[in-house]
């Protein structure tokens, strides 16, 4: 079991490098657009066994394959705005887990990510309604008490989960755009894990790595993330 688990690992780590390798020629303009030949897309309709689970934003600059300098077949890419995570988002990449067998889920935000600056924007609208609405200090202190749980009711799921990941990085005295994207992309890999049982156990039994990145879009750089 043991070498089954380091075979895992290795497995894991040279496909995150080979991503990353991806990457640097993507941003240094030396993209070799890999494996999008005829002969590829035919070897392929019986079947894929992608290397790699990305949960990527939708935003249209930020296709995963592209920055990764990858090709058919390489990433099972599940893209949302933000990287909102419902059933749907855990259902595939559990998929990818169990059936694809991949050993490897890259958790991919962002630079200026529209859903980030919505929530930002929108924690700022509903504190001034608390604290315009408050009769006293007492009454906004215990309003601004509560703000964790009013964003977890939020009819929205963008407020329930950017903006929550937003209002705790201001908790932890963070302010600046990349730091609430980097605490979004690590809350996004703590929900991931919290939902899923399928994949805390192949988390458990080592057979699948996850990793949180972060995109820049003027370079073009992927950031990996540590947490």
Same mark, same amino acid.
């Given at each position: 079991?043991?070498?089954?688990?380091?075979?895992?690992?290795?497995?894991?780590?040279?496909?995150?490098?080979?991503?990353?390798?991806?990457?640097?020629?993507?941003?240094?303009?030396?993209?070799? @657009?890999?494996?999008?030949?005829?002969?590829?897309?035919?070897?392929?309709?019986?079947?894929?066994?992608?290397? %790699?689970?990305?949960?990527?934003?939708?935003?249209?600059?930020?296709?995963?394959?592209?920055?990764?300098?990858?090709?058919?077949?390489?990433?099972?890419?599940?893209?949302?705005?933000?990287?909102?995570?419902?059933?749907?988002?855990?259902?595939?990449?559990?998929?990818?887990?169990?059936?694809? @067998?991949?050993?490897?889920?890259?958790?991919?935000?962002?630079? =200026?990510?529209?859903?980030?600056?919505?929530?930002?924007?929108?924690?700022?609208?509903?504190?001034?309604?608390?604290?315009?609405?408050?009769?006293?200090?007492?009454?906004?202190?215990?309003?601004?008490?509560?703000?964790?749980?009013?964003?977890?009711?939020?009819?929205?799921?963008?407020?329930?989960?950017? *903006?929550?990941?937003?209002?705790?990085?201001?908790?932890?005295?963070?302010?600046?755009?990349?730091?609430?994207?980097?605490? @979004?992309?690590?809350?996004?890999?703590?929900?991931?894990?919290? =939902?899923?049982?399928?994949?805390?156990? %192949?988390?458990?039994?080592?057979?699948?790595?996850?990793?949180?990145?972060?995109?820049?879009?003027?370079? *073009?750089?992927?950031?990996?993330?540590?947490?």
């Amino acid at each position: 079991m043991a070498q089954a688990d380091s075979l895992a690992e290795a497995t894991a780590n040279a496909t995150w490098s080979r991503m990353l390798q991806g990457n640097r020629r993507f941003y240094t303009g030396k993209a070799e @657009h890999p494996w999008q030949d005829k002969e590829t897309r035919h070897m392929l309709t019986d079947g894929q066994n992608p290397d %790699a689970a990305v949960l990527a934003c939708a935003d249209s600059r930020v296709p995963p394959e592209i920055i990764f300098d990858q090709g058919l077949g390489d990433l099972f890419t599940v893209r949302t705005a933000g990287q909102i995570i419902d059933d749907a988002v855990v259902a595939s990449l559990e998929y990818a887990v169990n059936k694809l @067998h991949v050993s490897l889920i890259c958790v991919l935000g962002h630079a =200026r990510c529209g859903a980030l600056e919505t929530a930002d924007r929108e924690l700022d609208e509903l504190m001034h309604s608390i604290t315009a609405n408050a009769d006293d200090s007492l009454a906004t202190a215990d309003a601004i008490d509560d703000f964790d749980e009013q964003i977890a009711n939020s009819d929205s799921i963008v407020m329930r989960q950017a *903006g929550m990941s937003v209002w705790q990085a201001r908790e932890a005295e963070l302010e600046c755009a990349e730091d609430f994207e980097r605490v @979004h992309v690590a809350r996004t890999i703590e929900m991931l894990v919290d =939902r899923s049982p399928a994949i805390q156990q %192949a988390l458990a039994e080592e057979r699948l790595m996850i990793v949180g990145a972060r995109y820049e879009l003027e370079s *073009g750089k992927v950031e990996v993330l540590s947490f």
